[in-house]
């Protein structure tokens, strides 16, 4: 595995702050919270990370002329930045858009969603560091195209059994509690009943699964359920 990514939250709302610093540190990212626009300028040259979650309204100085700054400076040019803001109209988005951020969430926004964007921008902007496609024994999954393919066969999964086995399939052998996968693969910002999670892995379990196929997710009694790692290695 490379050094962990580091991502920088500039945003005022604790509650925001800890929910995104709880998911992010969750998926394995290092993060920085800063509370100002003017100290998260100080602390970007500083201390460069490899993405910047940026709030649009924040004291000190806002996120929209940070991120013209960032853009304007030759070492933060091309520093991968996602604007967070409560506002969706149109014209505010195109004005966020030509501040120069590379992409933009609406408040309030779904973590898992979120999450998404994240992986997705640090891909292109550090594709060494994040594969687009999982493999292990004989299933593979594009993250990019949302494909999951069985012994070349494709599969058929929805949104939330999709997340499920990429969350299981990015660690192999680790098991997670019911209530790990629900903060990952659900977010942490929703109340669902850990049963659901059991209802999900059934249904991945049946589209992944054909007849004499071996189930590649483990069921760990009194703990949760795990990727199999010596299937990962077949
Ligand atoms: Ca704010």
């Known amino acids: 595995m490379a050094a962990a990514m580091r991502i ?3 945003e005022d709302e604790e509650a925001l702050t800890l929910l995104l610093r709880y998911n992010l540190e969750a998926e394995g990212y290092e993060v920085e919270s800063v509370a100002r626009g003017d100290e998260a300028e100080i602390r970007l040259r500083e201390a460069p990370p490899d993405l910047v979650l940026l709030d649009w309204m924040l004291p000190g100085l806002s996120g929209i002329e940070l ?3 960032l853009r304007a400076r030759e070492d933060t040019k091309r520093l991968p930045v996602i604007m967070l803001t409560a506002r969706g109209e149109e014209a505010e988005r195109v004005r966020g858009l030509a501040t ?3 992409d933009y969430v609406v408040k309030p926004f779904s973590v898992p969603e979120l ?3 994240v992986r997705s921008l640090l891909r292109r902007a550090k594709p060494e560091h994040l594969a687009a496609r999982l493999a292990a024994g004989d299933i593979e999954l594009d993250r990019d195209s949302h494909r999951v ?3 070349g066969h494709d599969l058929h999964l929805g949104p939330t059994e999709f997340r499920l086995l990429e969350f299981l399939m990015q660690s192999p052998g680790r ?3 019911r209530e790990q996968m629900l903060d990952s693969v ?4 929703v109340y669902i009943d850990e049963r659901t999670v059991d209802v999900h892995v059934g249904r991945l379990r049946k589209a992944l699964n054909q007849p004499r196929q071996p189930d590649p997710i483990r069921t760990v009694r009194g703990a949760g359920y795990a990727f199999d790692e010596t299937f990962a290695k077949s």
């Open 186 to 189: 659900w977010g942490r910002d």
């Open 175 to 177: 098991v997670f509690t």
């Open 149 to 151: 393919r069985r012994a």
């Open 100 to 102: 120069g951020a590379d």
């Open 67 to 69: 991120c013209r700054r």
């Open 8 to 10: 920088m939250v500039v």
């Open 115 to 117: 999450l998404a964007r």
